[in-house]
């Protein structure tokens, strides 16, 4: 075993204790799963602006059709946005029923327009005018927060920048479990190896953490043995989501990768069409898997930034500003569209290029907490430091 698969291991042990405690927090037991979009996801053919003229002005060949008759047409949320017709089987039924919520302009004040620069910036979740730490993710410091009511949990292949901190936080990646890195064999290798020694506990807790996981998804994995059309894809992973925060876990983090569309993006088939229909399939699924405990479940999709407002060259778009955060979940406030907004024309892009942001995801982030889990102002700047939160009344 390497130090990579130590660690790993290590980490699914239990919380650490705490000696904060909450005040005034909501009743039930409050689940988030926070899942990002990698690649910077065009949110203006997602939560299509079909109010704006510009709009089909700006893509002249990925515009998707205002709202009408045809399949092929946006679903009309109300008189300036509408919905890619891809969700209308997913995520449109959410939104009716008031589950599903979208929050546009949303993202972080970093403009670097980099993958890699802004998806830490945003999982560390610290303010762009103080210094750089990558000691600790903004989830990490919720789980702190939290203490025994919270369960962490990534579904990732290594525990991701958002979950970095003080909080041991165990990570796996369910489109793995098939063919986990270390055997049973091995697995008694290294607990006889640490037997006796101050680690012998967390690497034991460890291998418990993983074998448990392990039965429980073990009905769902023989289920998908026997129908392989849906053994593929997000859809699937959701499910088995489900089944751990719905019996187990509590605060948890997934990504999606596969959203940088510079070539070829498509309009209302294509590409894009064909990852934004897999996602809502997926968020459908999860949100059916949980249960009555999507009442107490939110799940906020996220992506490091938004795209060019106009299409490029390529029939595609380049690396933007602004996004569209997703909210669902069965208590929360939605179908509408949620915080500041502004009516888009050349004149109100950022640069002359993309979406501004006017809702910055830590203040989002910062109010949802304080109605999710009753936060007071010093837990609350201990996830996100010199953040004012802005309520949006989501839950």
Do not use: C
């Not at 919520?101 to 998806?119: C, I, K, M, W, Y």
């Not at 129908?227 to 593929?232: D, E, G, K």
């Not at 751990?244 to 990504?255: G, K, S």
């Not at 490029?312 to 179908?335: E, I, K, M, Q």
């Amino acid at each position: 075993m390497n130090r990579r698969d130590f660690l790993k291991l290590s980490a699914a042990a239990p919380l650490a204790a705490s000696s904060f405690s909450l005040h005034a927090a909501p009743a039930g037991n409050p689940r988030l799963l926070v899942v990002f979009m990698r690649g910077a996801y065009d949110a203006a053919n997602l939560l299509v602006p079909h109010g704006s003229s510009f709009y089909y002005e700006a893509r002249p060949n990925i515009a998707i059709p205002r709202p009408g008759a045809a399949a092929n047409s946006a679903l009309a949320l109300d008189a300036t946005w509408a919905l890619h017709p891809s969700l209308r089987a997913s995520l449109l039924p959410l939104y009716e029923k008031g589950q599903l919520a979208f929050v546009p302009f949303a993202g972080t004040d970093n403009l670097s327009r980099s993958h890699f620069e802004t998806q830490d910036s945003i999982e560390l979740g610290q303010g762009q005018d103080r210094a750089r730490s990558y000691q600790s993710g903004f989830m990490n410091r919720l789980a702190s927060v939290l203490a025994k009511r919270g369960q962490p949990i990534a579904f990732t292949g290594q525990v991701p920048v958002a979950f970095r901190g003080d909080v041991q936080v165990p990570n796996v990646a369910l489109r793995q479990l098939a063919r986990p890195s270390v055997d049973a064999r091995q697995s008694a290798v290294i607990a006889e190896m640490y037997r006796n020694t101050a680690l012998a506990g967390p690497v034991m807790e460890g291998f418990s953490t993983r074998d448990g996981v392990i039965q429980t998804l073990a009905e769902d994995m023989d289920a998908a043995s026997r129908n392989a059309l849906t053994a593929r894809g997000f859809e699937l992973e959701a499910r088995r989501i489900a089944r751990l925060m719905r019996d187990r876990y509590n605060l948890a983090f997934v990504d999606i990768g596969g959203w940088d569309t510079h070539v070829g993006q498509g309009g209302a088939e294509g590409y894009l069409a064909n990852r934004l229909e897999e996602l809502g399939r997926g968020v459908a699924a999860y949100a059916d898997e949980m249960g009555g405990a999507w009442n107490d479940t939110v799940v906020v999709v996220i992506s490091e930034f938004g795209r060019t407002f106009r299409e490029n060259g390529n029939r595609g778009t380049d690396h933007g500003h602004g996004s569209a955060y997703w909210v669902l979940g069965g208590g929360v406030r939605g179908g509408r569209i949620a915080g500041e907004q502004v009516a888009l024309t050349p004149a109100t892009l950022n640069q002359s290029r993309d979406y501004p942001v006017l809702n910055e995801y830590r203040a989002l982030f910062a109010g949802l907490f304080g109605r999710m889990y009753g936060l007071d102002a010093a837990q609350t700047e201990r996830v996100f430091a010199g953040v004012k939160p802005k309520d949006f009344g989501l839950v």
